[in-house]
């Protein structure tokens, strides 16, 4: 059973990184079936797509983010990360990885993250 | 503003069926087949019940059936069940904006 799990810190300060890691175990991540993606939710608000990577590091983000987002992939690790910077309060909001074919399966169980002084 | 339009609530009976519509644009239901729906219970993560267009994955109750027609899409839930009640994500793959995916704002669904 394939399961994706998230890791890294629940609050940041305004103006720093935010890093999260989704860990992979039950598939490869260089699998050429799927590729992996992150999203978030704010509290009481709907899904935001943030980017996606294959597991060759072919990215593409939410042109929203662009600026301030990378993906990244760890294929010796099998896992991907994600990193924000420049966070501000409106990046509150639980994060979510997925892996992706043509839907979103599985998730992770996501991790919440408060930017706050 | 979520990029695919859903209701923001619908309610049914126990037994009932319901519909939860997901409107987007010739760029994403109407082009493409990748419309897929989530149903997310409080503090829980989302999770399929619906992918390209309608199909169910195992393990999904076949009471849950997606459609589309133009650029809309539809998730009919029939013999509402308690348990049914959650929110719920449509999403499509898009050529648009150079965004690989987007989604509905999300539908509230409470059972009377």
């Known amino acids: 059973q394939v399961q994706l799990r998230e890791s890294g810190p629940e609050l940041v300060k305004p103006s720093q990184t935010l890093s999260l890691t989704c860990s992979v175990s039950?598939?490869?991540?260089?699998?050429?079936?799927?590729?992996w993606t992150w999203i978030r939710q704010p509290a009481g608000k709907g899904l935001e797509w943030i980017g996606r990577?294959?597991?060759?590091?072919?990215?593409n983000y939410n042109p929203s983010l662009e600026s301030r987002v990378t993906i990244s992939v760890d294929t010796t690790n099998n896992q991907f990360s994600l990193r924000l910077t420049s966070v501000t309060a409106a990046d509150t909001a639980v994060y979510y990885c997925?892996?992706?074919?043509?839907?979103?399966?599985?998730w992770g169980l996501g991790t919440p993250v408060t930017v706050s002084a | 503003q979520s990029a695919l339009t859903q209701p923001a609530s619908v309610s049914g009976s126990p037994g009932q069926s319901i519909t939860i519509s997901c409107t987007g644009t010739?760029?994403?239901?109407?082009?493409?087949?990748?419309v897929s729906w989530y149903q997310q219970h409080p503090g829980r993560a989302p999770q399929v019940i619906i992918y390209?267009?309608?199909n169910r994955p195992s393990g999904v109750s076949n009471r849950f059936s997606g459609s589309k027609s133009g650029n809309t899409a539809s998730l009919t839930i029939s013999g509402l069940q308690a348990e049914d009640e959650a929110d719920y994500y449509c999403?499509?793959?898009?050529?648009?904006?150079?965004?690989?995916?987007?989604f509905g704002g999300g539908t509230k669904l409470t059972v009377l």
């Open positions: 010739s760029s994403d239901i109407g082009r493409y087949n990748y």
């Open positions: 039950g598939d490869s991540i260089s699998s050429r079936r799927y590729y």
């Open positions: 990577i294959y597991s060759s590091g072919n990215t």
């Open positions: 390209t267009v309608s």
């Open positions: 999403s499509s793959y898009t050529s648009s904006n150079t965004v690989d995916w987007v």
């Open positions: 997925a892996r992706v074919e043509d839907w979103f399966d599985p």
